[in-house]
């Protein structure tokens, strides 16, 4: 397998750039640029050359010897100065070298997969813990990645494996007698035991509105303040508003966190039943796309929305002759109240906090969730009277949750997972 280098650090200029090398030549690179290596493990500042000599920097060198390493190969960090002349001088001097290659994005996390040094749910969570925003992502995310999910997933399957090598011994001898009545009951209560605990689990909202955003879709006829409301909530001019009605056209997204909850504010064009401009239908069909994907949706028009989950809103309550309204909205709002636009938030967020996972949650992702169902799916067998159908059940059971850590089944979409990381990770 060839030797990878990448810089693991941010784009320069920076104060420092670490450049890391993985894999079995790891050593004879950068001994190759360094001179004599430090002992393992330990900072030391060397001078690094270039195959003519040229002095490239003095940076500090750390060697790891694998398999206890971050991808389970020996690796090497150089600890440059952050110029950009710095960093590339550095690469080239590597890429010459040979047997040595730039990694590809996610190809250190890849490695140490592949060398068990994590597994696929803990570099799930590392990849969402390298985009988190708010605080909440990062618990999440942190939580995933220091094997949270995958403590609980070894828990279960070490139980399951117990109960299916008490069955499987007592198959061994079906031939002399049947499977013991008393003990099919015992293996079928510690199954549904454990299929409670996962069915517990899967009750938790997944981790994809925290990681995307909850979805505000602001909706209603046209001219109705939408655009502006959006622009107040965001606390930017983010919509253009005007007082000619259809001058939206298009969904405008925005994102903004709030008390650590992240959102997807979306600007629709206004609704109405019929138009001779296209373009306008355009928007309205993507408008009504929308309110379906959304999850929580700000109505806004003095009619009553279509759906009673919708937020209904009083808006534009600082015009002549609308003042507050609540004899049918939830309440009133106008953009140029500061108190009713952090009124509305107040309601949004307290909305959208029952849809992402609580700090400490447990939160599965889509895929996850998917396998996990298949489990507790898997496990409805073992009410049937057949012993061979309760064993078989257990083993179903037992590999949807190994493809949750990603011991069996899963090579088709490592390659869409570590596609998402950056080039040094």
């Known amino acids: 397998m060839d030797t990878i280098y990448a810089p693991s650090t941010g784009a320069p200029p920076a104060a420092i750039a670490i450049i890391r090398i993985s894999g079995s030549a790891a050593l004879a690179a950068a001994q190759e640029l360094a001179g004599e290596l430090p002992a393992p ?34 690796l090497v960090e150089l600890h440059l100065h952050g110029g950009r002349a710095v960093v590339a001088a550095v690469e080239m001097a590597l890429a010459i ?56 997933i070894a828990s279960w399957r070490a139980r399951l494996l117990g109960l299916a090598a008490r069955i499987e011994g007592s198959l061994d001898f079906s031939d002399e007698a049947d499977v013991p009545a008393a003990l099919l009951d015992d293996i079928r209560q510690s199954a549904r035991s454990v299929a409670d605990d996962m069915t517990a689990t899967l009750a938790a909202p997944t981790v994809e509105r925290l990681r995307d955003g909850v979805r505000v879709v602001l909706a209603g006829p046209p001219n109705s303040g939408k655009s502006t409301l959006l622009n107040a909530l965001v606390r930017r001019e983010a919509a253009i508003v005007s007082p000619i009605a259809g001058t939206t056209r298009d969904r405008i997204e925005v994102s903004v966190a709030r008390d650590g909850i992240p959102f997807v504010l979306t600007d629709t064009a206004g609704l109405r039943d019929a138009t001779d401009d296209v373009i306008e239908r355009i928007g309205i069909a993507r408008a009504d796309e929308a309110i379906e994907g959304a999850d929580i949706v700000l109505w806004l028009s003095d009619d009553a929305p279509r759906d009673p989950a919708m937020v209904w809103l009083h808006a534009r309550a600082d015009l002549p002759g609308r003042g507050h309204f609540t004899a049918g909205p939830v309440m009133s709002v106008s953009a140029l109240d500061d108190a009713s636009v952090e009124v509305l938030w107040t309601l949004v967020t307290s909305r959208a906090s029952s849809l992402i996972p609580k700090p400490g949650d447990l939160a599965l992702n889509v895929r996850q969730a998917n396998h996990c169902r298949d489990a507790v799916e898997a496990l409805a067998d073992i009410a049937s009277l057949d012993e061979l159908v309760v064993a078989d059940a257990l083993r179903r059971a037992n590999v949807a949750l190994a493809k949750i850590t990603g011991h069996s089944g899963v090579e088709t979409m490592l390659d869409t997972l570590f596609g998402k990381f950056c080039i040094g990770k």
Do not use: C
């Open 41 to 74: 493990r330990e900072a030391r500042v060397r001078t690094l050359r270039d195959s003519s000599g040229e002095h490239l920097d003095r940076a500090l060198v750390l060697v790891f010897p694998g398999p206890a390493t971050a991808t389970g190969e020996d």
């Open 97 to 152: 070298q040979p047997d040595l290659r730039r990694a590809d994005p996610g190809e250190f996390t890849r490695r140490a997969l592949a060398n068990g040094r994590i597994d696929l749910a803990e570099a799930e969570g590392l990849g969402d813990l390298l985009t988190a925003e708010t605080e909440l992502q990062r618990r999440a995310a942190l939580s995933m990645a220091d094997g949270a999910l995958s403590r609980r």
